[in-house]
Structure formats: structure tokens, C-alpha cells
């Protein structure tokens, strides 16, 4: 697998955190510095860690990680996107550093990287791959566009005001119909 092949799959991984990361910056206005940088470190790190676990699980699991990963995801993003969506109906939400909570965080980079746990498995099947350079790639790449999409996310919101709380449920329900679309329709 080439660098350039490699890169383009890593930056693909990481399209999904990019945009749970808008959201987040949407959602959590006053996310100070070191928490932008904790959701790369947390996105990056799952979408660098799930490859890794996936081409060490090898073909064995394959079929089952590839049968349950789209329900994992549309649940844990559906859940999570719904929340907001009550909540910004509900007119309770609030921007602040403490609607970003670490549980939430941990979901959420459970939830972006599944797939990258089958891109794992199907690496396994590839020749002369060597997954530590390429989960270390996918990480930083993700890790870059997480950091990005907070900041971009934040503008959005001060443009958005209490819609963004709405607009960042939509996308995060959004985003686990199009990961359970993909695998039950075009996989």
C-alpha cells in the first residue's frame, strides 16, 4: 500500500470525527485549549488504536465486526445526536467547557472509529502492510482534522447561536444513518 493510498485512507477514517468534532465545537462553546486538544488526542487515538486491534483480530472476526459495526454506530450516534436534539428543544441547553464531558468524549471516539476496526481487519489481508506506520498516520491525521473541526465548529456556533445545539444532533444522527446506509445497502 502506498503513502499516498494510505493517506487518503486515513484522511476518509477521519471524516467522521472531523465532523462529531464540528459539532462538538458547535456545542461547546468555551472548550478551552487543552480540551481541543483532547478531542484530537481521544479521536485520533481511537482511530489509531481500532486498525491496530483489527489487523491483529485478523479474518477470524472478520464477518462479525463487518455484521454489527453499522448498529453500534447508528446507536451510539443516534443516542447521542437525539440528546441534543431534545435538548435544544427543550431550550435547556447551555454552552459551556462542562457540556463536553469525558464519558461523552469516549463514546464518541468509540462510535467515529468503528469502522476503522474492519479497515483493520481488512489490512490484515493486504501484503506488506505495516499497521504501526499506518494506525500512527491515521491518528495523526485524524488527530489534525478533530483539532480543525472543533475550531471551524466554533465559529459556526457563534454564527449559529442556539441553533447549533440543534444543527449538531442532526449531524451526529445523521452521520450513524449514513455509516448503517453504507453497510446495509453498499457494502
Known amino acids: 500500500m502506498s503513502f499516498l493510498e494510505l493517506f ?17 465545537g458547535m456545542y461547546s462553546q468555551k472548550l478551552k485549549y487543552s480540551q481541543v486538544i483532547s478531542v484530537g488526542m481521544c479521536f485520533g487515538g481511537f482511530q489509531g488504536m ?13 464477518s462479525f465486526i463487518t455484521s454489527a459495526d453499522h448498529y453500534i454506530a447508528l446507536i451510539l450516534l443516534g443516542y447521542i445526536g ?22 461523552l468524549l ?11 476496526l474492519a479497515v483493520g481487519v481488512s489490512l490484515a489481508a493486504l501484503p506488506n502492510v505495516n499497521i504501526l506506520s499506518a494506525a500512527s498516520l491515521i491518528a ?3 488527530f489534525f482534522f478533530s483539532v480543525l473541526g472543533v475550531r ?5 456556533g457563534e454564527k449559529l447561536g442556539s441553533r447549533a445545539t440543534l444543527i449538531g444532533g442532526v449531524i451526529l444522527v445523521g452521520i450513524g444513518v449514513k455509516i448503517f446506509v453504507e453497510h446495509m445497502f453498499f457494502a
Open 106 to 116: 469516549l463514546v464518541q471516539g468509540i462510535a467515529t472509529s468503528i469502522d476503522a
Open 140 to 142: 495523526l491525521v485524524t
Open 50 to 62: 481500532m486498525p491496530t486491534i483489527g489487523y491483529f483480530l485478523g479474518m477470524a472476526f472478520a
Open 8 to 24: 487518503l485512507l486515513a484522511f476518509g477514517l477521519s471524516m467522521d470525527a472531523f465532523a462529531v468534532s464540528l459539532t462538538n
Open 82 to 103: 437525539g440528546s441534543m436534539i431534545v435538548d435544544s428543544r427543550s431550550g435547556h441547553q447551555e454552552a459551556s467547557s462542562a457540556s463536553l464531558t469525558a464519558s
Open 152 to 156: 471551524c465548529g466554533r465559529l459556526c
